[in-house]
């Protein structure tokens, strides 16, 4: 297939009908100093129900975050412009996830709760981009499956009958992987590259300059979460850990213990949060 | 029975703190509240045997045998996956 082709493709994900409005306005902004934070929560705000399931899930015990969220510009400025629009995107896909993988949203929910603990962990600044930039991270999957159902069918069926990787089977089939799909999106709708790169990256955390951190923190998340078995992301194999990953996160036994347990915890609540 | 979590409306206000024992009053207003997930303490059951869960993890790391690191990772899933079945 002319690699062109389908990235014209995937960069229209965002004309689909079942991306809001505002989400598609919100996605086409850059950080422009010309808007306030005020003024786009005030205009997020204008989509009820979006703000009704963005405030839901910010104020979750299950995400955590510090203090009661009441509005959308609150939650912009306690969590920022990138990780507001990140979480809108992803309760906007979510129905997209649940139609086009099932179980790709409880493998992405799972991560994003690991991605959150082992930033913590580690003391990174922004632990909620991370786990936002593990929420979409196979976001490329949605997107290939949608623009693509049965040549995507063929890369599922392939990573199956010969019990290769789904990154690899994508790859022939598409000559890219999800991740270069998920990376093509994430630098159309502007998002700075502390998301980008684990977005790109995660299965290639070398080539992240920017985020190399947060890259190897994803990538670790999704080992993880496919280690442990829960939901489904395109085949059942565990992809094994970037050796300079490992090294530079240097998590203990105990690190990796408490991460499981979040991912335990996930598994039994990823069906309930947000719907 | 007794809540594992508190219960918080939309405004970030606790209705049912955590501990809280479970009435029968108490569930039908979180009825007719339209609240989220409620959360009730104990174990979950696991849902499959554990040899089922062990032979289902060895399939998930074949290939990756005689990785140091992958080798690390697997006995930590086996020792997790052991210690939910007490």
């Known amino acids: 297939m002319d690699i062109h082709q389908i990235r014209s493709q995937i960069e229209q994900l965002d004309s689909l009908p079942t991306i809001p409005p505002v989400v598609r306005k919100l996605l086409g902004t850059i950080d422009s100093p010309k808007l306030s934070l005020s003024e786009i929560g005030g205009f997020v705000s204008k989509d009820q129900a979006l703000t009704a399931r963005l405030l839901k899930m910010v104020n979750s015990p299950f995400y955590g975050f510090p203090g009661r969220i009441s509005s959308v510009s609150q939650a912009l400025i306690l969590l920022g412009l990138s990780v507001v629009k990140g979480m809108l995107l992803g309760v906007s896909v979510f129905e997209m996830m649940e139609k086009t993988m099932v179980g790709l949203w409880e493998h992405s929910i799972c991560a994003a709760m690991a991605a959150r603990t082992i930033a913590n962990k580690k003391g990174l600044g922004e632990p909620e981009e991370v786990m936002v930039s593990a929420l979409l991270h196979d976001i490329g999957k949605v997107a290939l499956k949608i623009r693509f159902v049965e040549k995507y069918e063929s890369a599922l069926s392939i990573a199956e009958k010969e019990g290769v990787p789904i990154r690899n089977s994508e790859e022939r089939i598409f000559t890219v992987s999800h991740a270069e799909a998920g990376g093509w999106l994430a630098q159309k709708w502007n998002f700075p590259k502390t998301l980008l790169e684990p977005i790109a990256y995660h299965h290639r955390p070398n080539l992240a300059k920017h985020a190399p951190i947060q890259t190897a923190v994803v990538h670790l998340s999704d080992i993880l979460v496919r280690a442990r078995g829960v939901g489904f992301a395109g085949d059942d194999l565990v992809p094994r850990v970037n050796n300079r990953v490992w090294d530079c996160l240097s998590l203990s036994e105990s690190d990796i213990r408490d991460t499981l347990m979040v991912i335990e915890d996930a598994v039994q609540e990823a069906e309930e949060i947000i719907v | ?86």
Request: no cysteine; aromatic share 4%.
């Open chain 2, 1 to 86: 029975m007794r809540l594992a979590k508190a219960i918080l409306n939309e405004a970030g206000i606790t209705l049912f703190g955590e501990g809280a024992t479970v009435t029968e009053q108490m569930i039908e207003r979180m009825r007719s509240m339209n609240l989220g997930p409620v959360y009730i303490e104990g174990a979950s059951v696991p849902k499959r045997p554990l040899e089922d869960e062990l032979s289902m993890l060895d399939a998930r790391f074949r290939g990756s045998e005689g990785e140091p690191h992958m080798e690390t990772l697997k006995r930590l899933l086996k020792e997790h996956i052991q210690s939910l079945y007490g």
